[in-house]
């Protein structure tokens, strides 16, 4: 029992730790571009020593491909769940684009930089590429069209998704997610 409590202690110094780093990141990352910043200022700011950053990842690249590989997990859950929603009719899939957009509001911390210019272009194309290649919108396929209109229509939207997500974001989320959830499912519905 008493070596349990001990790990648990450790998981929760070592998440603590990860957490203070990456959130350490992105507030610099909202100040200066990613390239100017070191290890010794992000240690500065996350109040941790260098060792202690090493002993959890290689370089300051390895801490934000960590932080982008945990974004593009999450999305891919949310995804999946909204994909699920959408043949059960519009209702049921507003509810879930709101859900996803209630997260990028929870999450806006990591979002409005991750998805802003001072953030990764690769990271925004991978941001894309998740919501493309889980291409299940069954509005997609009811359009008698080639595959390959379909798909250009498909690219279309998801590409005008991101850009909405990424005005909305910068432009600080003054409309709510249920707003931006109908005017994407209708650009969606006008476009396939």
């Given at each position: 029992m008493e070596g349990q409590n001990?790990?648990?202690?450790?998981?929760?110094?070592?998440?603590?730790?990860?957490?203070?780093?990456?959130?350490g990141l992105i507030e610099l990352m909202k100040a200066k571009p990613f390239e100017k910043i070191t290890v010794k200022e992000l240690c500065e700011r996350a109040n941790v020593n260098r060792s202690t950053?090493?002993?959890?990842?290689?370089?300051i690249y390895a801490l934000l491909r960590s932080i982008?590989?945990?974004?593009l997990a999450w999305e891919r859950g949310e995804m999946e769940t909204?994909?699920?929603?959408?043949e059960e009719g519009k209702r049921a899939t507003i509810r879930s684009l709101?859900?996803?957009?209630?997260c990028f509001v929870e999450n806006r911390k990591y979002l409005q930089v991750l998805m802003?210019?001072?953030?990764?272009?690769?990271f925004q194309k991978k941001f894309f590429f998740v919501a493309y290649q889980m291409n299940d919108f069954p509005a997609a396929q009811s359009r008698a069209a080639p595959p390959f209109e379909k798909e250009m229509r498909f690219l279309f939207v998801?590409?005008?998704g991101v850009g909405i997500v990424q005005h909305w974001l910068k432009t600080g989320m003054k409309e709510s997610p249920r707003a931006i959830a109908e005017i994407l499912y209708d650009i969606a519905l006008s476009v396939f």
């Open positions: 001990q790990n648990l202690n450790l998981n929760r110094k070592i998440q603590y730790t990860r957490m203070v780093l990456s959130d950053f090493y002993t959890h990842y290689e370089d982008e590989e945990e974004t909204l994909l699920g929603k959408w709101e859900r996803l957009f209630e802003s210019e001072k953030g990764s272009i690769s998801v590409n005008g």
